[in-house]
């Protein structure tokens, strides 16, 4: 199973950035697809972008032109690069590890980083 511990997280004005990473422990990074989630209060978790081991990407409609998703499998990281932010992007974001992407979907893999906080001010 893969360990995975995020950091990035933070406070930030509505239009501005951030990046968020997220680094696997384990020999098996390299051949799994990871994902970044997010969760709002009072809301489900939900996909924000997946990337597979060789580098295709997915992405939800609300973040597609402003969120970027890259790893680097010699860092073992993957990233997750997030620009023109808004007051809706706030939520706890965890990266998930041990996935797969087929198709048009991203299927969870069994591995969650503990979560790190996103707050876009207006």
């Known amino acids: 199973q893969v360990q995975l511990v995020e950091s990035g997280g933070g406070l930030v004005q509505a239009g501005g950035s951030l990046r968020l990473s997220c680094a696997a422990s384990?020999?098996?990074?390299?051949?799994?697809?990871m994902g970044w989630f997010r969760q709002a209060p009072g809301k489900q978790r939900e996909l924000v972008a997946a990337i597979s081991s060789g580098g295709s990407t997915k992405y939800a409609d609300s973040v597609k032109g402003r969120f970027t998703i890259s790893r680097d499998n010699v860092k073992n990281t993957v990233y997750l690069q997030m620009n023109s932010l808004k007051p809706e992007d706030t939520a706890v974001y965890y990266c998930?590890?041990?996935?797969?992407?087929?198709?048009?979907?991203?299927?969870?893999?069994?591995?969650w980083g503990q979560g790190t906080q996103v707050t876009v001010s207006s």
């Open positions: 384990g020999n098996t990074f390299s051949i799994s697809s």
């Open positions: 998930n590890g041990g996935g797969t992407i087929s198709g048009s979907n991203y299927w969870i893999g069994s591995s």
